[in-house]
């Protein structure tokens, strides 16, 4: 059974500092990864999503990284700003059929201080 | 742009009570999803659908039943709400197959029984 293990929980940074966030599972056969942004009490906004075949993607300061035969992926956050504070996802999906479903890792919450 | 719209940001009901939450996409997308999310124990999948009137249990499907009549509408009911449902409920949509298959949430439904 795939795990998805978020580390740290909790990160709090001053603002402009370059940040990464970590995101590891177990079972490197997965057809995507997709990091997600929560603010508090509500749903999940997708950042970016990583196809098993790609090493990286990129969306202005942030750049989401696959290693899968390790099974880890970051996300870094350059210039961190206080506007950047939540809670930070990521999801890995096991294959492209439609019944394939995401295990999702408990988020690292993120604090920039201003 | 893409939007997943659910009916109710917050609802509070009595135990026993039957409570429908509705998810609407307008995004042609033929798989839906509903989670429930709660502190230490990350998002869980309740119930997902690849297709009108197909439904497929999650890993909590328990208490829960759903209806997908058309394309764009999915409900998740609650045949007696219990406290223990007491949860956050997110909708996700995801278009099929082997195309990019970027994961969309709603805004979530803050779910209290009393």
């Keep these: 059974k795939q795990e998805v293990t978020q580390i740290p929980a909790a990160l709090s940074v001053p603002e402009g500092e370059n940040l990464v966030l970590n995101c590891s599972f177990t079972d490197s056969a997965i057809y995507n990864l997709q990091w997600f942004r929560q603010d508090p009490g509500k749903g999940l906004t997708s950042l970016l999503l990583i196809q098993s075949s790609q090493r990286e993607q990129t969306s202005g300061r942030l750049n989401a990284s696959l290693d899968k035969s390790s099974g880890r992926s970051t996300l870094y956050i350059a210039a961190s700003q206080p506007g950047d504070s939540a809670t930070y996802l990521c999801a890995v999906r096991p294959g492209e059929t439609s019944g394939s479903r995401l295990t999702f890792g408990e988020g690292t919450q993120l604090t920039v201080n201003p | ?114």
């Design chain 2, 1 to 114: 742009d893409v939007k997943v719209t659910q009916s109710s940001r917050y609802l509070v009901k009595r135990t026993g009570e039957k409570v429908f939450l509705e998810c609407v996409q307008d995004m042609d997308h033929e798989n839906m999803f509903w989670y429930r999310q709660d502190p230490g124990l990350g998002l869980r999948l309740i119930y997902f659908s690849y297709d009108v009137k197909m439904k497929e249990k999650g890993d909590i499907p328990e208490g829960y039943s759903v209806s997908r009549e058309k394309k764009e509408r999915f409900s998740l009911i609650l045949e007696s709400a219990s406290t223990n449902q007491t949860s956050m409920y997110l909708c996700a949509s995801r278009p099929p197959g082997p195309i990019v298959g970027e994961l969309f949430f709603g805004e979530g439904s803050r779910l209290t029984v009393l």
